[in-house]
């Protein structure tokens, strides 16, 4: 008797144990009644009846994936592959309509995304597909809230998370970039040029307006001291002629030293005999009379038109500079 009660108690225990079953987290069960739908149950222990309640399936509550690549063709018919990522979740009040209205929702997922993915490509070219992609991302979530919602089906995000032309495109697009790039770049270049030579330009124009005013106030500063030099030799004894002889000859050795001291300066043929420097003091004094001698002359002849005739006006005598000035001291010598 004990050897048929021990068989039927183990029977009993599994038949009992089979009745138990756990449904983890954000899962649910499907049970059904000899075929028919009984129940859901959510995560924990559950009981069913052994041999009569099965476990039809289990339907996942948390948020997933899919994944979908579409390849379409531009407006500007370039065709180009879009990588469609697509999250959705199950709502946990139909999971009824999810696990029985549905054969299979990721390939109902993707007939969607293909189906709004082609109908929005084609109306953009290229360059407005990377604009706008978030656009094509907003159109994909909308249809397929608007289709799936009825199942169950809750579409949380959509993203468009590549874009991948032809390779022979991309290449193209690279070279229009790489050029683009060498026009700004030749452009800041040329402009840094311009500047540059705006800039030597100026450089150039300041040192020689420099170079002019020290070489005007240099001629000046000789002047003055020629003017002191003749005023020096004066005080001494020594008269404007004689000054004059001497000054004119100091200069002329003085041209001579300079030429000579030159190493990297051209030749020049110069009379450097001693009796230069007077020849050339003989011919500025002979000049200097003859000026003078025409200026008396023309004094005379005014000074005889007056007496003639007291009302014509006299011309004005030319000013006498300081170089046809004469000394008291010195017949037909000036200064």
Known sequence: MSFILYPLLIFGLFILLSGLFTVKQQTAAIIERFGKFQSIRNSGLQLKIPLIDRIAGRINLRIQQLDVIVETKTKDDVFVRLKISVQFQVLSLKVYDAFYKLQNPHDQITSYVFDVVRAEVPKMKLDDVFERKDDIAIAVKSELNEAMSEYGYDIIKTLVTDIDPDIQVKAAMNRINASEREKVAAEYEAE???????????????????????????????????????????????NSQEASALIVVTQHYDTLQAIGADTNSNLILLPNAPEAGSNMLNNMIASFVASNQIGEEMKKQNEKKLKDNPTATPKIRPQESSETRYDEDEEDAPI
């Open 192 to 238: 840094a040029e311009r500047i540059k030579i705006v800039a030597k330009a100026r450089a150039e124009a300041e040192s020689k307006r420099l170079q002019g005013q020290g070489i005007a106030d240099q001629r000046r500063e000789i002047a003055r001291g020629l003017e002191e030099s003749v005023e020096v030799l004066n005080n001494v004894g020594i």
